[in-house]
């Protein structure tokens, strides 16, 4: 095998990943040492280190003190994931905006159905909250992260409530993507066009309105999902 170590890594990782969630690692199993893998692979130690070590860390595998490293029991659950690094690349945020397209759309139709009183003062808490601290990128994304989580919660469906929670702030694209080197005037027209999209998604759910709130949470998330496919598109003719 020829390469960096950074991408020979990532190579066994994808590798390994795949025999564990095909089944052909079955749950439990014992993973083979990193002495035997490195020879099988033929890749140094330090390749296979870094490769395991991202095994363990998406809790795909476990170390059992003085028997070894095994292959969770958990593992075909624990496959999906999204991590704070990918989310630093425009093309998996596109792809993740994609996913959240056909998500939100139908969480926000539900949470309209069934939401309650409460589940309206908790969505415009985090509304507010997220007007509050719109200048800090950092608290802005969890304040829209919060946003989402209250929606969640409004469906009465725990299956959204723990997606959205366990997604967390890579729900919210960072806005340095999008506004990297833009003047503060394009940061403020950001923030007020996101708004009015919240306001929109809001409104819709106060009212009970199933499909009107689909049409606003669509309306959304494509806005966001054209934003940064445009960018993508500027960024791949500047590279020719």
Do not use: C
Request: aromatic share 4%.
């Amino acid at each position: 095998m020829a390469g960096s170590a950074g991408s020979l890594s990532d190579s066994l990782f994808r590798k390994l990943q795949s025999r564990i969630t095909s089944g052909e690692m079955a749950p439990g199993s014992r993973f083979p040492t990193q002495k035997d893998i490195a020879a099988t692979e033929n890749v140094s130690r330090t390749v296979v280190r870094e490769a395991v070590a991202r095994l363990a860390s998406q809790g795909l595998t476990t170390s059992r003190q003085g028997s070894g490293v095994f292959v969770a029991e958990t593992a075909p659950y624990r496959a999906f994931q999204v991590t704070r690094d990918e989310m630093s690349e425009l093309t998996d945020v596109i792809k993740l905006l994609e996913m959240r397209l056909a998500v939100e759309t139908e969480m926000a139709s539900l949470a309209a159905a069934r939401r309650t009183t409460a589940d309206i003062g908790d969505i415009r808490d985090a509304l507010r909250q997220m007007e509050a601290v719109s200048d800090d990128p950092e608290a802005a994304a969890r304040a829209d992260s919060a946003f989402h989580l209250a929606i969640a919660r409004a469906t009465q469906n725990d299956y959204f409530v723990r997606l959205v929670d366990f997604l967390g702030v890579r729900l919210v694209p960072p806005r340095n993507l999008y506004l990297r080197d833009q003047s503060e005037e394009a940061h403020a027209s950001y923030a007020a066009k996101v708004r009015g999209e919240h306001d929109a998604l809001v409104d819709a759910i106060v009212r009970m309105d199933s499909a009107k709130a689909r049409e606003a949470a669509r309306h959304h998330m494509q806005e966001s999902l054209s934003r940064h496919s445009h960018l993508s598109e500027i960024k791949r003719l500047r590279g020719r």
